[in-house]
């Protein structure tokens, strides 16, 4: 069992630019995946699970289950301690935990760096767009060579 | 499938593809690109005549894509912003860019458009006339001599010289939409002949006195009656050759092989020296909305690789739309 978690920042095709890169790259198919939001971001989750349903279904073949966990990105600890304890509970029923900390804004993607270190996920991944001329594009339309999943 | 240009680049990121080939149907090359490294290079040699495109509407095909410009693009550049800011707050006219017809044809009056983020830009309907005039002609095989694989897709459909007024008037579309347009008409008068340099003059004469025309024409009969008439007027340098490499980013190259096989009908892609799909840019039925839209129709040799590839594309395509439903809510 598979659980992807991925914070979410203000472009929603950077949360699903990375999604694809994940699953298509590292054979990822999480049976969950748990979107970490702020107040601004949580009115993206509606978009993001039509478009990831479209993406999982259609071109990879499965159905994720989409789970939004709000946090407060200005109290960096406090959210370094809620994403730590999502992974853990999830690895203690027998996920594999990846976490994704490519769409969010700093604060929140340093938080769940942080926090994916100390519970020892299976996988951290940051997708770097090499020309930003890309931005805001969706990732079958990136040239390849302009796009590195990093695996942290 | 009828795809748009940008929907090449999902296939060659299905195939890793770092080298392509674009070829005529025949099997004279025409472009390649390194797409790792984001170069392109003309392969056709300059003799090239007598086939369905030459080498001439290559190079005419790198203008429409962007990746070459006039040779005097960047005093072009410098004269365009002069004359739309420093003007202004000077004599306090509102500066207008004019654009001949040839502009549209090369797509430069839109990288300018682009490149300067200009406000307004005017044109004369005589230009738009001569464009649809142009985009009715049919082919004929006597005309128009095709080689073997052709003949049969140009067979009742459009001539190449309305294949490139098509594009023309796509890029004019586009341009209208990127910015305020203003469309100058004059009047024929009766008992003269009727000359497309007297009328586009006499258009942009007919538009408001508040307004500072500088016309940008690749015609120096144009330019230098226009001139005559206090039309301010800049030359546009035709580029007659391209250097051996280009630089060449996806998007350019994505557009300049649609390009080529607007010019030619059709055209052959290979990766690696491998045949990969046929693109078609006539077809039975084509309809103007997808002239305007630039599609182009896609054949994968592989039929494997085209199922995966049209699950692709649709899903891509979708989830594009989805996130610009995103956009309203930020």
Known sequence: ?152 | MIVSPEDITILLNMLQACKIEVKLLTGAELVSADIENQTLRVEAKPSLQGEIVNYRDIIDCLQLSGILKPPNHTETVETVRQHTTMKQSLLGAKPVVAFDTNQFYTGYANHLIEETKMEAFAYSKASKREIEWRMEEKWSPKKEPAPKPYQHILHGRESKKARKAKVAYANLLKARRKTVCLEAEAPITSGTSFNMDTHIIASLKKLPQTLDILLLTSDSNLALRAAGENIKTAYIEQPTEAPATLKAIQKQVNMTIYSLAAYSSAVELTVEGIPTAKIYAVWPGKTAIEWAQEKIKLEIANENLANKYRKRARTARKVKNIVKEASSLL
């Open chain 1, 1 to 152: 069992m598979q659980a992807l978690v991925q914070t979410v920042g203000v472009h929603p095709s950077a949360v699903l630019t990375s999604y694809w890169a994940i699953v298509e790259e590292e054979a990822v198919k999480p049976e969950v995946i748990v979107y970490i939001c702020t107040t601004q971001s949580e009115k993206l989750t509606p978009i993001l699970r039509r478009a990831t349903a479209e993406i999982s279904q259609h071109v990879f073949g499965f159905t994720p289950k989409t789970v939004c966990r709000k946090v407060n990105e200005a109290r960096v600890l406090e959210t370094v301690m809620n994403i730590k304890m999502l992974i853990l509970n999830y690895k203690e029923k027998g996920y594999n935990v990846y976490v994704d900390i490519t769409p969010s804004r700093k604060t929140l993607s340093a938080s769940a760096l942080k926090a994916a270190i100390e519970a020892k996920a299976d996988g951290i991944y940051y997708l770097l767009l090499k020309n930003p001329q890309y931005i805001g594009e969706i990732y079958p339309y990136i040239p390849r060579h302009q796009l590195k999943l990093v695996k942290i």
